[in-house]
């Protein structure tokens, strides 16, 4: 049926016409080519209060994931970033990923924080983090079934392929438990390589010993205590193994 457009806003004009046909790829082109269309007739210069211009509309429900690596420092800028979007755009069109816009990126300062997907040694240090997304433009639950299917098996896999090259992880909020086991033991690779997961699992256990605030993504990704790892010792100030600390 013929949807009612009148008086619709940006966000749900853009669900009606993804509606049609969300997993086609010259489908969605073309839904990205009016996009794109729209924002070069909305630009322009505003000078309002904050609360009346930092406001995106993000349109209805939608599946996302972002992924944070580092590209230098802020004086020392290097091209993972652009290198980063350059190959995720190639492996797009060679895969035939229906992936409508926007692909956001962004950048933030190295946080001391070990946890921080953007933790780094310098103060100075710079991080691009890149967020791709799928639209469940309706109610249809076959429709949103196979968007859901495309969406974590094809563009999430594509992603998380891509970001091994440039060391990137995912952003906390935005990490979902994969279904597949062999994915869950490869997110959980990517995790360690990162992150003191060990030093992480011990004061989980110092400071949540029953386990009470452990859900099930908490518990396939850190699993439970083991040995302290050489990337959670340099945290703890402990040798290596076959090392002894020096006095």
């Given at each position: 049926p013929e949807a009612d457009v009148e008086g619709m806003g940006f966000g749900e004009l853009r669900d009606?016409?993804?509606?049609?046909?969300?997993?086609?790829?010259?489908?969605?082109?073309?839904v990205n080519k009016a996009e794109a269309e729209f924002w070069?007739?909305?630009?322009?210069?505003?000078?309002r209060p904050s609360d009346e211009l930092l406001q995106f509309d993000c349109g209805g429900q939608q599946w996302v994931k972002e992924v944070?690596?580092?590209?230098?420092?802020?004086?020392?800028?290097?091209?993972?970033?652009?290198?980063?979007?350059?190959h995720l755009l190639r492996q797009i069109e060679s895969h035939a990923i229906p992936a409508p816009?926007?692909?956001?990126?962004?950048?933030?300062?190295?946080?001391?924080?070990?946890?921080s997907p953007a933790h780094g040694p310098s103060p100075d240090g710079l991080h691009?983090?890149?967020?791709?997304?799928?639209?469940?433009?309706?109610?249809?639950?076959?429709?949103?079934?196979?968007?859901?299917a495309s969406f974590k098996k094809s563009y999430c896999g594509l992603l998380r392929a891509?970001?091994?090259?440039?060391?990137?992880?995912?952003?906390?909020?935005?990490?979902?438990?994969?279904?597949?086991?062999?994915?869950?033991?490869?997110?959980?690779?990517?995790l360690r390589k990162k992150f003191p997961v060990a030093?992480?699992?011990?004061?989980?256990?110092?400071?949540?010993?029953?386990?009470?605030?452990?859900?099930d993504l908490i518990?396939?990704?850190?699993?439970?205590p083991f040995d302290i790892d050489d990337n959670s010792k340099k945290y703890m100030n402990m040798p290596k193994r076959g090392e002894e600390k020096t006095r």
């Open positions: 009606v016409l993804l509606g049609i046909d969300p997993l086609n790829v010259e489908h969605v082109k073309r070069r007739r909305s630009s322009g210069v505003k000078v944070c690596f580092p590209t230098g420092t802020q004086t020392s800028k290097t091209p993972a970033d652009m290198q980063f979007m350059s816009a926007p692909i956001e990126q962004r950048w933030s300062s190295s946080s001391s924080s070990p946890m691009s983090w890149v967020g791709i997304i799928m639209y469940l433009p309706s109610d249809d639950p076959d429709q949103r079934r196979d968007i859901t891509v970001g091994k090259e440039f060391g990137a992880v995912s952003h906390w909020a935005k990490l979902e438990l994969p279904e597949d086991e062999d994915e869950i033991q490869e997110e959980r690779e990517i030093m992480f699992n011990f004061i989980r256990l110092m400071f949540d010993p029953k386990r009470l605030l452990e859900n518990g396939a990704m850190f699993g439970p």
